[in-house]
C-alpha cells in the first residue's frame, strides 16, 4: 500500500498568515492587551487612532499581524499611526498567538462605527462600484477569497487614512507587500473628494451582512 504524506496540509501550516484558523477560546486573553485602544467590543477609538476591528477577516487580521511583524507594515517614515501597532504585533510570541487573537477577533460581532463625514452618497456609491467593489464586494463587506478587508467596520475616518497612506507609499510600499501593492495601485485612482463619497456610501451599508 502506498502512503502519502499530507505534504499540501503542511506546506498550508507552516507558511505564515496562511496557517490554519484559530483558536478563538485561546484567543481572548490575548485580545486583553489590545483593549486600551481597539475596545472591549472591537469598535475601535477615533481618538486613539485605533480602527474598529471587531468581526474583520481573520485571514485578513492575522495577515496585517504578521505585515506589523515582519516590518512590512508600520516602519515607514511618517506612519506615526502604524508605529504604533509595532510593539502590540511583537507581544504576540508566534504563529498559534497571532491566529488565536484574529479568530477571537474575527468572531466578534461586527459593530457600526459612527459616521464623521458626509458626502455624496449616490456619487459615492457609483465610484464605488466602479473602482473598488470589484475586489472588496459590492457593499463593501469584503471577500475573503481576494484577500480584501470589510470596509464597513473600520470606521470613515481610518479608511480615509489608510487610502491616503497607501497614494503616499507609507502601506504597501514594502517588497515582500503582495497584498498592500494591489491596493496601492487603486488608491492612487482616487481623489480626496471622491473618497469623502466613497466613505459616505460605506457608512450606510450596515456593519455585516
Ligand atoms: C496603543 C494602542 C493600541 C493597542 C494596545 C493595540 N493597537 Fe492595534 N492598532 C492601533 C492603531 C493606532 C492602529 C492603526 C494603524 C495605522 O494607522 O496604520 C491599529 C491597527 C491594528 C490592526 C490593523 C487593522 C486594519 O484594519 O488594518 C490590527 C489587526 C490590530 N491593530 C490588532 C491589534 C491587536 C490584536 C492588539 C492586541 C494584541 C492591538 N491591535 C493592540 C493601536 C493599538
Ligand atoms: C484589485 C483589488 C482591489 C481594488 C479594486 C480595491 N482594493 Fe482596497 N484593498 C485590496 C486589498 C488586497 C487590500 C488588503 C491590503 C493588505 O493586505 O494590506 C485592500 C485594503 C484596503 C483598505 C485598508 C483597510 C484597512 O482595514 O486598513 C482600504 C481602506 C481600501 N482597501 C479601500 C479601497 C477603496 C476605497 C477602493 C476603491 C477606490 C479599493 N480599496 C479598491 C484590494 C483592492
Redesign the pocket.
Known amino acids: 500500500m502506498n502512503f502519502r504524506p499530507p505534504i499540501l496540509l503542511l506546506t498550508v501550516l507552516l507558511i505564515p498568515g496562511l496557517a490554519a484558523a484559530g483558536d478563538a477560546e485561546s484567543g481572548e486573553a490575548l485580545y486583553a492587551a489590545c483593549i486600551a485602544c481597539h475596545g472591549e467590543n472591537g469598535a475601535g477609538n477615533a481618538a486613539l487612532n485605533a ?1 474598529g476591528i471587531a468581526g ?1 477577516s481573520e485571514s ?1 487580521l492575522a ?2 499581524l504578521w ?1 506589523f511583524k515582519n516590518g512590512r ?1 508600520g516602519k515607514e517614515p511618517g506612519d506615526t499611526t502604524g508605529a504604533q501597532m509595532l510593539p502590540m504585533a511583537a507581544m504576540l510570541t508566534d504563529g498559534d498567538a497571532v491566529a488565536n487573537v484574529a479568530a477571537y477577533i474575527a468572531a466578534m460581532p461586527a459593530t457600526q462605527p459612527a459616521a464623521t463625514i458626509e458626502g455624496d452618497v449616490v456619487n459615492g456609491q457609483k ?2 462600484t466602479g ?2 467593489g ?3 464586494g459590492g457593499q463593501g463587506w469584503g471577500n475573503e477569497a ?4 470589510r ?1 464597513t467596520v ?1 470606521g470613515d475616518w ?2 480615509i487614512r ?2 491616503g497612506k ?1 497614494q503616499e507609499s507609507m ?2 510600499a514594502h517588497e515582500d ?1 503582495t ?2 501593492k ?2 496601492a ?3 492612487k ?2 481623489s480626496e473628494d471622491e ?1 469623502t463619497d ?1 466613505a459616505a456610501f460605506l457608512n450606510e451599508q450596515g456593519a455585516q451582512q
Open positions: 480602527p474583520q485578513y495577515r496585517q505585515d507594515r465610484l464605488f473602482k473598488c470589484a475586489c472588496h481576494l484577500f480584501t478587508p470596509l473600520i481610518y479608511l489608510q487610502v497607501f502601506r504597501g507587500s497584498y498592500g494591489q491596493m495601485m487603486m488608491a485612482t482616487v473618497l466613497i
